[in-house]
């Protein structure tokens, strides 16, 4: 193995779970070329995982084989060495929150970043670049409500909105209250009409 697939791997195995490695970084190491090449031969010989253009992880070694890196540590990582937020789909959240029981088939998250999809093994996940208003509240209960009542739209939104209530912690409700003036005008409405008790 070369000098440069063995440091490609050192520095992929010092990193946690979900980890990303990208070309630039070994850029001291030798030339682009070289690097992508490298990348390429590693994550063909299944020691990296090619999760999406220019990123790469390490495998996951468990009791029952090799695997990919679990969504929510790429989704971490892609968090931490990008600056972006990245925040579960409304679908998703409307299905956690318990608004729903439809179960998504595919994991897309929103983010503020560009829009790409991630391949981990057999899993492919989509980041969908989402507006200001849908991160609002990152991922505290109040932002997963408002990406919830999103997804379920202006029709159904009446109607759920006792129950996001009476499952939202009162500080939480109060969050989503303020956060009415970067909302559509559909939801700062039903949000308003809400009974405070």
């Known amino acids: ?3 440069l697939a063995q440091s490609i791997l050192s520095q992929a195995q010092s990193l946690p779970e979900g980890g990303l490695l990208s070309p630039k970084e070994f850029l001291h190491l030798g030339s682009r ?7 390429s031969r590693l994550a063909r010989e299944g020691k990296l995982l090619r999760v999406g253009r220019g990123a790469y992880s390490l495998p996951v070694q468990g ?4 695997r990919p890196p679990s969504t929510e540590a790429v989704v971490e990582a892609i968090e931490s060495t990008s600056g972006e937020t990245v925040v579960a789909s409304g679908a998703a959240e409307a299905n956690a929150l318990g608004l729903t ?3 998504p088939t595919r994991e897309v998250y929103l983010t503020s970043g560009p829009s790409r999809r991630l391949k981990l093994g057999n899993r492919e996940v989509e980041l969908k670049h989402g507006n200001r208003w849908q991160m609002l509240l990152g991922k505290r209960p109040a932002g997963k409500a408002i990406r919830a009542l999103i997804w379920l739209g202006p029709e159904q939104a009446p109607m759920v909105m006792e129950v996001l209530r009476s499952k939202l912690p009162s500080p939480e409700w109060e969050a989503m209250r303020q956060a009415r003036a970067g909302l559509p005008s559909w939801m700062a409405k039903a949000v308003s009409e809400v009974t405070i008790g």
């Open 101 to 103: 029981t439809q179960v």
């Open 63 to 66: 009791r029952f084989g090799v």
């Open 1 to 3: 193995m070369s000098q």
């Open 33 to 39: 070329a070289a690097i992508d090449q490298t990348l």
